[in-house]
Every structure is written in C-alpha cells, then in structure tokens.
T-cell receptor
Framework: EDQVTQSPEALRLQEGESSSLNCSYTVSGLRGLFWYRQDPGKGPEFLFTLYSAGEEKEKERLKATLTKKESFLHITAPKPEDSATYLC????????????FGRGTSLIVHP | EAGVTQFPSHSVIEKGQTVTLRCDPI?????LYWYRRVMGKEIKFLLHFVKESKQDESGMPNNRFLAERTGGTYSTLKVQPAELEDSGVYFC???????????FGEGSRLTVL
C-alpha cells in the first residue's frame, strides 16, 4: 500500500526565515509526486509535479526536490501570504493511478 | 473558465438522515474523483469516475455511500443513512488526463449530529 508521511505537522516561521518541509513516501514504483497548497476553507491547489530523483521545480519562493525516498519543499524568505497547509501526494505506476495524499504540513509565517 | 464547484458548502444533519452532495467538474474533464478528509487525518480517496463509468470505488467506506455521474457531467454522492463517523469535508476533483494534477473544489463540509 502506498504511504506518504509529511513532517513536521506544523511549522511556524518568521517572515524571511527559510526552511524546508519533508515528504517521505513508500510506493511500488513512482509515477509522480505532487505538491499542493491548501488555504483554510478551500480545496487543495496544485503546485508542482516531480517525476524522477534529482528533479527540481521552482515557483517564486518555493522549490521542490525529489530523491528516491523523499521530497522536500524549500521555502526561501517566506512571506505571511505563504501561510497555508502544504500537501504531498504520490501516484504509483500501474494500478488505478489514484493519488495518495499525506496529512500535510501547516505553515504559519509571522510578519 | 469555471473551476470545480461543489454544493452545498456545509450541511448539518441528524444521524440517520440522508444527504446528497453535488460536484460540477471543469468542462471537458473526463476524470472525476471524490476524496474525504476527516479531522486530523489525511485526504482519503473514495472513488474515481471516467466519464460516467466508475473506474475505482475501492475507497468507498460501505454501502451507505452511493455515487453517480449522470451523462459524464456532474456527480452526486449520497450518504444514506448518515452516521456520526461520516462527518468530514468531502472534496471533489477533476482532471483531463489521469495524472496527479487534480483540480479541486472547495469541498462540502458534512456534520452529522
């Protein structure tokens, strides 16, 4: 069974204080790893797809990286508007291709 | 372009009652998914439609849950009779291709008293 574990569960940062979120996964052949952002009362919003170890994707202050066992979401010089829950999901090769989600990391950035 | 819309946004019902949630996917998206998030837990898969056909309903908790997708357009998820443990946020998502890049609605929060 595919498993996704995210850490930490919650993270508080000061504005400008860079940090990383972790997503560890167990899957029988990775087809894709996905990062989402979820604001309170909203649905998850897609951010990135990573397909193979060594791959990196960037968007504004966010950079996602991938190894064979985990992914990191690096947040550089965060701003209060980056406050949200960040979700990681994996999709396995074969089978039904249904994405499996982790519990997320709740990020709060203080001004 | 309109996103995924869900209705109602919040429903409060008594145990034993029936509730029907509706999802309108993005036009042209053949793939439609239902997920559920119970407080403190991860978003869990319920079922997947391709057009009007159920491709995978392995995540449906039990036979009190019934999902339909009429004509490959909107979908409904009926819970009958509702139990306390059915409380949570029900998300609908759609995609054009069978990838992990899903477009989510804002969710329907269900509270069963």
């Amino acid at each position: 069974e595919d498993q996704v574990t995210q850490s930490p569960e919650a993270l508080r940062l000061q504005e400008g204080e860079s940090s990383s979120l972790n997503c560890s996964y167990t899957v029988s052949g990775l087809r894709g790893l996905f990062w989402y952002r979820q604001d309170p009362g909203k649905g998850p919003e897609f951010l990135f797809t990573l397909y193979s170890a060594g791959e990196e994707k960037e968007k504004e202050r966010l950079k996602a990286t991938l190894t064979k066992k985990e992914s990191f979401l690096h947040i550089t010089a965060p701003k209060p508007e980056d406050s949200a829950t960040y979700l990681c999901a994996v999709q396995a090769r074969g089978g039904s291709y249904i994405p499996t989600f982790g519990r997320g990391t709740s990020l709060i950035v203080h001004p | 372009e309109a996103g995924v819309t869900q209705f109602p946004s919040h429903s409060v019902i008594e145990k034993g009652q029936t509730v029907t949630l509706r999802c309108d996917p993005i036009s042209g998206h053949d793939n439609l998914y239902w997920y559920r998030r119970v407080m403190g837990k991860e978003i869990k898969f319920l079922l997947h439609f391709v057009k009007e056909s159920k491709q995978d309903e392995s995540g449906m908790p039990n036979n009190r849950f019934l999902a339909e997708r009429t004509g490959g357009t909107y979908s409904t998820l009926k819970v009958q009779p509702a139990e306390l443990e059915d409380s949570g946020v029900y998300f609908c998502a759609s995609s054009q291709l069978r990838t992990g890049e899903l477009f989510f609605g804002e969710g329907s929060r269900l509270t069963v008293l």
